[in-house]
């Protein structure tokens, strides 16, 4: 996949700004944000030593890391996959004509 082409533009555009704005009106998402927030409070609560939270954070953030950039590489699927869809669309349309 191209990293400096046009679908890459669009999917750095659409990922940031745009998808912020969604995901602040998403119910799900916001409901998953507090359960998160839950979850992150039950770690406080377990009197973990400074490593041991060390640990639990560098697993979170690789967790993090991983579905971020796999969401990022499933959008840009999904684009070019609707980009051909579109493109196959066309040719038998003007095909039937």
Known sequence: MEK???LEIIAQHRTGYDL???MRKDKDYQ????????AFDML??????KEQK???????TANNDFGAVYGAVA????MEDG?????ETEEIMRFKQ
């Not at 409901?31 to 839950?38: G, I, P, R, S």
């Not at 406080?44 to 030593?49: C, S």
């Not at 980009?83 to 493109?87: S, Y």
Request: charged fraction near 30%.
């Open 44 to 49: 406080d609560e377990l009197g973990l030593t």
């Open 54 to 60: 060390s640990v639990i954070d560098q697993a979170i």
């Open 83 to 87: 980009i051909r869809v579109r493109m």
């Open 31 to 38: 409901k998953a944000l507090e359960q998160q927030q839950v």
């Open 20 to 22: 912020d704005e969604v």
């Open 4 to 6: 400096n082409g046009l």
């Open 75 to 78: 959008y840009r699927f999904g």
